[in-house]
């Protein structure tokens, strides 16, 4: 059997310490679970974890197609199941951070692009999110624990468009 044309034989070995990275990132992730952000900048350090972890998971998806052969079966839905459980744990923090949201985040100016900002994200997730679930063929329990997910997501995209109404819009230039 030979080697894919340009694929380092070592890359397999790679994409698996990749996947054991991401397996004690999201670990201590979910740490954050315990703990309720309380400013605005705490906040924003777990969404940039986050965005970190999904960094990886990207990474990880982006090799797969040239390493799939040489890694264990179902490789690619464990990944989708990481992707989700990491957005599940950042939901939970995103729904108690923004369920009771410190005054910096309901009046100071900087607030309401930061509220943009999370509310773009959340629109997305939930546009791909149950796509998510078909990829990675997950079974009915796990699905109603997801779709617990899928509520709050929709949750916190409303508690935020409340936020957004009485929050001060940022100064424009005239």
Not at 84 to 96: E, G, K, M, Y
């Amino acid at each position: 059997m030979s080697e894919k044309k340009g694929v380092d034989p070592r890359a397999a070995e790679v994409v698996k310490q990749m996947a054991r990275k991401l397996q004690d990132d999201i670990a201590s992730f979910g740490r954050y679970r315990r703990l309720v952000p309380k400013t605005v900048p705490q906040f924003r350090d777990i969404r940039n974890i986050f965005r970190e972890i999904d960094g990886l998971i990207f990474a990880i998806q982006e090799r797969l197609p040239d390493v799939a052969d040489k890694l264990p079966p179902n490789f690619g839905q464990w990944v989708v199941r990481q992707k989700l459980n990491s957005l599940a744990i950042f939901t939970d923090i995103s729904h108690a951070f923004i369920q009771n949201p410190p005054i910096a985040l309901t009046q100071s100016l900087g607030a309401f692009a930061l509220l943009e900002t999370e509310h773009a994200s959340f629109t997305e997730v939930l546009s791909y999110f149950d796509m998510l679930i078909m990829e990675a063929g997950i079974d009915d329990k796990t699905a109603d624990e997801l779709d617990a997910t899928r509520v709050k997501i929709e949750e916190v995209l409303k508690m935020i468009d409340e936020l957004l109404k009485s929050s001060p819009k940022v100064l424009q230039e005239f």
